[in-house]
């Protein structure tokens, strides 16, 4: 049974910092390109960074130079570094995972394999 649990979630001020964390299950890690998506009520998912199983980083415009993504296949987990936090961060943030480093940079969402529940990130102002 294939799990992605996201942890690290909470309550910040603008301009502080957060770091998520997505501990994987079930799968072979190291083979699987990983991804932080987010969404805010009444929207679409978005992408918000990607890496491949290589360490090849992707980040949408208006996250980088703030935020960082990395993974540990040693630990089976991904990481994202959020700093400068702004209250338009305010979602909840979704990692997901598969094999094809594409799907999750071009989803859409149903196309790509693994999913977590989510974590709440909320950035006051």
Known sequence: QVQLV???GGLVQAGGSRRLSCAASGIIFR???M???RQVP???REL???ITNFGITYYTDAVKGRFTISRDNAKNTMYLQMNSLKPEDTAVY???ADRAYGNILKGPESVI???GQ???VTVSS
Request: negative net charge; proline residues 0%.
């Open 6 to 8: 996201e942890s690290g």
């Open 31 to 33: 083979t699987h390109a």
């Open 35 to 37: 991804g932080w998506y």
């Open 42 to 44: 009444g929207k679409q």
């Open 48 to 50: 918000v960074a990607a």
């Open 94 to 96: 979704y990692c997901n």
């Open 113 to 115: 394999d693994y999913w």
């Open 118 to 120: 989510g974590t709440q």
